[in-house]
């Protein structure tokens, strides 16, 4: 006779027990020999020894599964606990795929430059991924960190983006500190909510294994044994972004994102982001991938969007050189 106590780690109890806990009566008729008593997320069972065992190695597929994939259908829980077959979770591995949604969508790569991204992400420790709106950078990137976190290759997740907007004039918003900065942060959670079931996530949060900060809050800290990622970095400024980068201890990955079109700094020159690819290219360690418009993956109106705006500012620009051309011109006279 022994006894184990099994957890769930934040799987729905209903997805196992069932409603009104029919799925755990028939789970008690598998293994009669066994008690079961099942409270939330810990199982206790009491028995012989090979059945507790082979029922563990049950349970613990369906957790394994259910982890991985984010979804547990009943036909999936059918094969994988009662007809001893695996071939449902087998069927959808794909070496493509970075992780599963909470809805069981996958994600990978949808471009070739998001393709490559993936690949420098796996061979380099600090990462630039550069470009417009709408092409995956910041997403990409979470799904990387998540499924690093996943694999346990970390102990943490750090999120973190410059709250240029919220500057001096964060007084008039309700709330503290945090309620205040959340609005600027939210492109975060939403990614993260798409990835990881809401209880698993709050249980991640609350025990700072997923940390989202504002940018000024990373300073005096050493980052180790953390997937680590700057989000919207062209509004962080030349000190801000060597205060960042200079956070990264051992056995951690950095992922720097931003768009050098959309910079709210008031003087673009004092970006950080235009001056690091500028110095930082080339070292061993370090990769800048550059996505295109040709890469946007939203609606289909962004890319036509973006190429607006870039034409318009083109024409801008060439303006203001034969402006001052023509100034230059009539001063020598």
Known sequence: MTEKIIYLNHIDPV??????????????????????VARGEIMKIAGDVSEVARFEEKINKVVEHFQKFNSLTEVQF???FFNNSFEVSQAQENPDVIIYTTTGRQIKARNKT??????????????????????????????LAVRALKNREVRKIILTRPAVEAGEHLG???????????????????????????????????????????????????????????????????????????RMGANSKFVVTGDLTQIDLPNRRNSGLV??????????????IKFEVADIVRHQLVKHIVQAYDKLQEEMQAENLAARIQREEMNSL
Do not use: C, W
């Open 15 to 36: 997805l196992i027990y069932g409603i009104n806990d029919i799925k755990l009566e028939r789970i008690k008729n598998f293994f009669p020999k066994l008690k079961i």
């Open 78 to 80: 059918e094969e994988l």
């Open 114 to 143: 998001q393709k490559i991204m993936i690949e420098a992400a796996h061979e380099n420790d600090l990462l630039f991924a550069i470009g417009p709106s709408g092409t995956g950078k910041t997403y990409m990137a979470i799904a």
């Open 172 to 246: 008039f918003l309700p709330g503290d500190m945090k309620d205040k900065l959340d609005p600027y942060l939210q492109p975060l959670y939403d990614a993260l909510h798409d990835m990881i079931p809401p209880k698993r996530l709050a249980d991640y949060m609350e025990d700072n294994i997923i940390q989202i900060a504002p940018l000024a809050f990373m300073r005096g800290r050493t980052l180790d044994n953390a997937f680590v990622i700057l989000d919207e970095a062209q509004n962080a400024t030349v000190n801000q972004l060597k205060m960042f980068l200079t």
């Open 275 to 288: 001056h690091s690819q500028r110095i930082l290219g080339g070292i061993h360690g370090i990769a800048i």
